[in-house]
Every structure is written in C-alpha cells, then in structure tokens.
C-alpha cells in the first residue's frame, strides 16, 4: 500500500472521488489531458506522468485528507468541506455533477401524506441525513430543536416509518418523487470544488501545478456544449454572412491563396448549429466543417 506522506515532493497528490461523482470526473479529467487508467477494485488511478499520484476515495472523506495534507488537492463537494468543517484553500468551482451541470441540492424532504409543511413543523420530530452537521446548524438558524440522526444510506426509505423527515442530495429530484417523497425545502446548493492544502499552497513549486491542473479543467469545462466551424466563401459576402455570427469574439479571418475566397472561423454554441449552418450556407459559405472543443482557455 502507498503511503501517501512518504511521496517525493515533486509529485502532485490528488484526492478524486469515488462513486457517483466517479465517471463525470475521469471524463472531465480526459478532456483537459489528463488521461487515467483505472483497474478493476484498484484504488490507485495510474496516468503516465511521474509527477502526479491520485488516489480514487469517498467525496464525503476528501476535504478532512486535504486538510491534513494526505493530498494536495481534491475535487470534492462544497457541501463535504462545509459538513467537515475543513480549513482548506478553495481555489475555484468546477460546474458538473454526477448527471448535470446544475449544482447538487441538499432538501428537506417527506412523505407526500406528512403534515409538515414548514421548518417550523419540525419542532421535537426526526430527521435522518449524511450531514449530520449542516442539517443542525439549519436547524438552530430557524430555532428548532429536532433529533438528528446520522444516515448510513438508502435514506429515502427511512421516512416515515423510521424517522419523520429526511436531509438529502438530489440534481433532479426522481429519486425523492419514486420513494413518495415530497420536498419541504433547501438547505444548500452545492457544485464540486477543487481544494488545496493550505501548506501546499504556500509551496511555490506545488502552487503552479496546482494552478496549470486548475487552468486545464476550468478550460475542459469551458468547452462543454461548444464547437468549432470552419467555412469558405467569396469575400463581397463576407458582409453578409456576418449578420449570421454569434460568436464568442470577433470570427478569425484568413485569406485563401491567390484567391478573392476568405476563410471564416468561430466558435459556437452546439444547440444553435442545426439553426445556423443553413443560415450561413444561404449567405454563400461554402465547404463548411463543425468540429469538436476538448479545451477553451480565454
């Protein structure tokens, strides 16, 4: 077993999760370059870069690793560093999740049939969560004392006949509605973090890492849902074709050798493209290409 502490200081460690956030996450970490392999029951993802280590463990658990510097940094949940009460450098947020690039919700939720409607209605009653912590700090916010119970999982299940409400994570809410759940209200909004021990961070050496591993990311993100398109036409249309671009910035423009043809380029959202080709194609673009983003760094 790799003792975590005892790696050269050159090396990068990086805490990713496991489970839900799992596939999302070695997607987003493919687009930006880094590329993993994961074996089958292996808690060690491999990558062919000596200066980089990660370890594959419960989102739940990474800020309290982060924190005590077993790693240096962690892609992990707001809601997990605020349930841990870890004092971390949160360096910037990464919008996906498991299923979305919505944030995660933690809601109160009940049996369709229950009579609580309100915060208030919790007065003496139980309620069933992961954060144990968030949910009673909630609660002492709007003055109600209610037991909380520390859930193991399954959850949904646990209402009414174990307890009277439950806290839990939801993106959509099918799962609360299929258990015969209704939501009551939310108690936080949550997205994946990436976090950084603080001593890490003051390491100069380990700073820049950090920032190039964030820079690659963030850029894998910005590319989601974008695509690139390429096209030729005769110059006296480019006027035209203009009134056509929704593009990030203004289109690149080249001119085509010992032609009067220019070549146009943009960038765009992949939902307007079925729109927009025709349109360009009708404003005289020609030989027109749509090609996929990994990465958009402005």
């Given at each position: 077993?790799?003792?975590?502490?005892?790696?050269?200081?050159?090396?990068?460690?990086?805490?990713?999760?496991?489970?839900?956030?799992?596939?999302?996450?070695?997607?987003?970490?493919?687009?930006?370059?880094?590329?993993?392999?994961?074996?089958?029951?292996?808690?060690?993802?491999?990558?062919?870069?000596?200066e980089?280590?990660?370890?594959?463990?419960?989102?739940?658990?990474?800020?309290?690793?982060v924190?005590?510097?077993?790693?240096?940094?962690?892609?992990?949940?707001?809601?997990?560093?605020?349930?841990?009460?870890?004092?971390?450098?949160?360096?910037?947020?990464?919008?996906?999740?498991?299923?979305?690039?919505?944030?995660?919700?933690?809601?109160?939720?009940?049996?369709?049939?229950?009579?609580?409607?309100?915060?208030?209605?919790l007065?003496?009653?139980?309620?069933?969560?992961?954060?144990?912590?968030?949910?009673?700090?909630?609660?002492?916010?709007?003055?109600?004392?209610?037991?909380?119970?520390f859930?193991?999982?399954?959850?949904?299940?646990?209402?009414?006949?174990?307890?009277?409400?439950?806290?839990?994570?939801?993106?959509?809410?099918?799962?609360?509605?299929?258990?015969?759940?209704?939501?009551?209200?939310?108690?936080?909004?949550?997205?994946?973090?990436?976090?950084?021990?603080?001593?890490?961070?003051?390491?100069a050496?380990?700073?820049?890492?950090?920032?190039n591993?964030?820079?690659?990311?963030?850029?894998?993100?910005?590319?989601?849902?974008?695509?690139?398109?390429?096209?030729?036409?005769?110059?006296?249309?480019?006027?035209?074709?203009?009134?056509?671009?929704?593009?990030?910035?203004?289109?690149?423009?080249?001119?085509?050798?010992?032609?009067?043809?220019?070549?146009?380029?943009?960038?765009?959202?992949?939902?307007?493209?079925?729109?927009?080709?025709?349109?360009?194609?009708?404003?005289?673009?020609?030989?027109?290409?749509?090609?996929?983003?990994?990465?958009?760094?402005?």
């Amino acid at each position: 077993m790799t003792n975590l502490k005892e790696i050269d200081d050159n090396v990068l460690k990086i805490g990713l999760p496991k489970g839900s956030l799992q596939e999302s996450t070695f997607r987003l970490l493919a687009k930006a370059g880094y590329h993993f392999t994961i074996s089958e029951r292996s808690y060690f993802p491999s990558i062919e870069d000596d200066e980089i280590l990660a370890i594959l463990i419960r989102a739940q658990e990474i800020a309290r690793y982060v924190q005590d510097g077993v790693f240096d940094v962690g892609l992990t949940g707001k809601d997990w560093i605020l349930e841990n009460r870890a004092d971390v450098i949160e360096i910037d947020e990464l919008t996906y999740s498991k299923t979305t690039s919505r944030p995660v919700r933690w809601v109160l939720a009940v049996p369709n049939d229950s009579e609580i409607r309100t915060v208030q209605d919790l007065q003496g009653k139980r309620i069933a969560t992961e954060i144990v912590n968030l949910t009673r700090d909630w609660l002492k916010n709007h003055h109600i004392q209610a037991e909380v119970e520390f859930s193991w999982g399954a959850t949904e299940v646990k209402a009414p006949t174990l307890v009277d409400a439950i806290v839990d994570v939801t993106e959509t809410g099918s799962s609360l509605r299929a258990n015969n759940l209704r939501i009551v209200d939310t108690l936080l909004e949550s997205r994946t973090m990436l976090i950084a021990n603080k001593k890490s961070w003051m390491d100069a050496k380990k700073r820049e890492k950090i920032e190039n591993f964030n820079m690659m990311l963030q850029a894998a993100l910005q590319s989601e849902g974008k695509v690139g398109l390429k096209m030729n036409l005769p110059k006296e249309k480019l006027d035209a074709l203009m009134q056509h671009l929704p593009a990030m910035k203004k289109p690149t423009i080249s001119y085509l050798y010992g032609e009067d043809w220019i070549a146009v380029e943009i960038i765009v959202d992949e939902n307007t493209v079925r729109k927009l080709i025709p349109s360009l194609k009708r404003a005289g673009a020609q030989d027109i290409i749509e090609y996929p983003l990994n990465k958009v760094i402005y």
